[in-house]
C-alpha cells in the first residue's frame, strides 16, 4: 500500500511539472503575440491569472516535501482532492474565455496565424487522471468518490457557464460522454485495485499459514526426535548399561569362589561395553550427521547401503528406478532415517546375510527394505521397543505410508510410500 500512494505521487508530480513546463511554452508564445500592442487587455490578464493561480497553488503543495512529512497520510487525498479542483477550474475558464470557439487563433512575430485546436478535451483528461489514481490507491470506493467530485464540479461549471449568459450547446452536447468517462474509468483502476489487494491479502495470508504449518512441523518434527533419541537410548544404551550393572555384581560375588569364571565375566563385560560404546557413538553420529543435506538423498541412501554391508559383511544390493525430483528436506531426511533405523534392526536383530534396498520414482516417492533374516510377528512387537515404532513415527510426519511384511523364518520387507510429494 506504502508504495502504491508512493508512485502515486510521483505521477501526480510529474503531471504538475509536466503542465507548468506547456504553461510556461503558452506564456511565451502568448508573450511573443502581445509585444506589437502597448498593453495587455484587462480581460485576457485576469483569466490567464485565474487559470494560473490554481495551477500554482496545487504545484507548491505537490513539489515542496515537508508538507508530505506534516500531511501524514492525508497528503495523497488532498493531492488528488487540488488536482481535480485545478483542472475542473482551468476547464470552466477556458470555456468562459472562448465562449465555445474549437479553435485558438494565435499570431506569431511573422504575421503568420497558427490555429490551435481548443484545450478542453485535454484538460477532461487532466481531470480523470486524478480520479484513476485514486481508484488505483485506494480502490473502488475512492474512485466514486473522486469521480462524483468531478462530476459535481462540471455540472456547477456548467450553472457559471449559463449564468453568464455563455452557449451551452457544445457543454452539454458532450456531457453524458465526460461523466460517463469520469466514472467508467476510474472503476475500472478501483476494480483492479481491489482485486490485486484481495489476492495480495489472501497470499499473505496463506504465508503466514505456511510459516505457521512449518513452524509447527519444525517443532513437532524436534518433539518425535527427542522422543525418539529417549526410545532409542532406552532400547541400546539403558539396557547396555543396565547388563553392565547385573555383570559387575556377579562379577563380585565369583572373584573369590570362582576365578575363572570371573575372567570369563569380565570377557562378556568388556563385550557389553563395546557394544554401549558403539550405540552412544552412532546415537551421537545421528545427530550430527547431515548426508543428506551434503550429498542428496540418493546418494546418501546409496552410502548407506555400502556403508552397512561392508561393517557387517552382508550381501547388499541398491536400486534406483525412475528420474529422481527433488523433495522437501524434511521428507528427505525422514525417509533417510527410516532407511537407517530399518538397516540397524536387521544388523542387531534379523541375523540375515542378504540385503535389497530399493528407491523408485514415479507417483511418489517409494522405498522398500527387504531382508532374508529370522522374521518376526509384526502382531507381538514389544511396545516398549523402538524398531518399527520409529520407523511409523517418522514416516507420519511426512504423511507417508507404511507397510511391513514379514514372518517368522522368512524375512522382512519395509516399504515406504509418500504420494505426490511435489505438491505438499
Known amino acids: 500500500m506504502t508504495n502504491i500512494v508512493r508512485n502515486t505521487i510521483r505521477v501526480l508530480r510529474g503531471v504538475m511539472i509536466f503542465r507548468l513546463l506547456l504553461i510556461l511554452l503558452g506564456v511565451l508564445v502568448l508573450v511573443t503575440h502581445w509585444l506589437p500592442i502597448p498593453r495587455t487587455p484587462r480581460s485576457g490578464f485576469k483569466m490567464g491569472l485565474a487559470m494560473l493561480l490554481p495551477t500554482l497553488i496545487t504545484s507548491l503543495f505537490l513539489l515542496i516535501p515537508r508538507l508530505e512529512r506534516s500531511f501524514g497520510r492525508f497528503y495523497l487525498p488532498i493531492a488528488l482532492v487540488l488536482t481535480i479542483l485545478d483542472f475542473s477550474i482551468q476547464y470552466g475558464i477556458a470555456y468562459l474565455r472562448l465562449e465555445g470557439v474549437g479553435h485558438v487563433q494565435v499570431t506569431l512575430p511573422t504575421g503568420q496565424e497558427v490555429s490551435f485546436f481548443w484545450a478542453s478535451t485535454e484538460i477532461i483528461l487532466l481531470v480523470l487522471l486524478p480520479c484513476m489514481l485514486a481508484g488505483a490507491a485506494y480502490g473502488m470506493r475512492s474512485a466514486v468518490m473522486t469521480a462524483s467530485l468531478a462530476t459535481t464540479i462540471h455540472l456547477v461549471l456548467g450553472i457559471i457557464i449559463w449564468l453568464a449568459g455563455r452557449p451551452l450547446e457544445g457543454f452539454l452536447s458532450l456531457l453524458p460522454l465526460r461523466i460517463g468517462v469520469l466514472y467508467s474509468f476510474p472503476m475500472i483502476a478501483g ?41 532409542a537410548m532406552h532400547d ?5 548399561l543396565s547388563a553392565l550393572t547385573v555383570q559387575l555384581e556377579a562379577l563380585d560375588t565369583l572373584q573369590e569362589s570362582n576365578p575363572d569364571g570371573a575372567r570369563a565375566q569380565l570377557g562378556k563385560i568388556r563385550q557389553h561395553a563395546r557394544v554401549g560404546l558403539d550405540e552412544a557413538r ?40 525412475g528420474d529422481p525430483f527433488p523433495l522437501l528436506p524434511v521428507q528427505a531426511n525422514a525417509l533417510y532415517r527410516i532407511a537407517e533405523e ?11 546375510d542378504r540385503v535389497a534396498v530399493r528407491i523408485g520414482y514415479g507417483r511418489g516417492v517409494k522405498i522398500s527394505i527387504r531382508d532374508n533374516g529370522r522374521g518376526f ?17 517418522r514416516a507420519a510426519l511426512i504423511e507417508g505410508e507404511v507397510t511391513v511384511d514379514a514372518a517368522p523364518g522368512q524375512g522382512t520387507t519395509v516399504t515406504v510410500h509418500i504420494a505426490e510429494p511435489w505438491r505438499e
Open 342 to 352: 530399518a538397516l540397524y534392526n536387521i544388523e542387531h536383530h534379523a541375523k540375515a
Open 282 to 321: 552412532r546415537a551421537i553420529q545421528d545427530l550430527r550427521s547431515a548426508p543428506v543435506e551434503e550429498l542428496g538423498l540418493v546418494a546418501a541412501l546409496e552410502q548407506l547401503v555400502t556403508q552397512f554391508g561392508q561393517r557387517n559383511g552382508i550381501r547388499t544390493r541398491w536400486t534406483l528406478e
Open 191 to 231: 476494480a483492479m485495485a481491489d482485486t490485486w489487494r484481495r489476492e495480495h491479502h489472501e497470499l499473505e495470508r496463506a504465508n503466514r499459514q505456511l510459516r505457521g504449518y512449518a513452524a509447527t512441523v519444525e517443532n513437532l518434527a524436534t518433539s518425535r526426535e527427542r522422543v525418539r533419541l529417549a526410545r
Open 236 to 240: 541400546t544404551l539403558a539396557h547396555s
Open 377 to 393: 510377528d509384526p502382531n507381538a512387537i514389544d511396545p516398549e521397543r523402538y524398531g518399527l515404532v520409529g520407523v511409523r513415527e
